[in-house]
């Protein structure tokens, strides 16, 4: 069955390592025991990575003991804001059909999508990295 809320995979990448980051002890993780722990390549991880480092989330450091670790306390960082910082802005007000082909002046669906859009930028806005966190370690073991 196919989930009619569905996030990329960067997204979810960067969901889960910035959870990773906010759970660890000192804050700080390497991309090779992320991508370990999530079962994913280093190389995805670090792509998605780079765009969290562009955006100001996370840094990275170099050398032995080196990683990445985040560049706000995570309880002021919200899922909304990291998916966006993948995905670039939620638009909740258009369409969610793949191919908009009906035509209508309003969509045979109503508000439904739109609606369940809005619902879901709300929680994702409300819960943050550090709500986050725990989960994610106590599943992943990092």
Do not use: W
């Amino acid at each position: 069955m196919s989930n009619p809320v569905k996030i990329s995979e960067a997204a979810s990448l960067a969901i889960h390592a910035a959870g990773i980051l906010a759970g660890t002890d000192g804050g700080q993780a390497s991309a090779e025991a992320m991508a370990e722990a999530l079962g994913v390549s280093k190389s995805h991880l670090v792509k998605v990575l780079q765009r969290l480092a562009k955006a100001g989330l996370v840094r990275s450091s170099r050398g032995p003991g080196g990683g990445y670790s985040l560049t706000r306390p995570p309880q002021e960082v919200s899922i909304k804001e990291v998916y966006e910082m993948v995905e670039g802005p939620m638009d909740v007000d258009t369409c969610a059909m793949a191919v908009p082909t009906c035509g209508r002046a309003s969509c045979i669906l109503g508000d439904l999508f739109c609606k369940v859009g809005r619902e879901v930028s709300e929680q994702l806005e409300k819960m943050t990295i550090a709500d986050f966190s725990t989960s994610v370690g106590e599943s992943i073991g990092v």
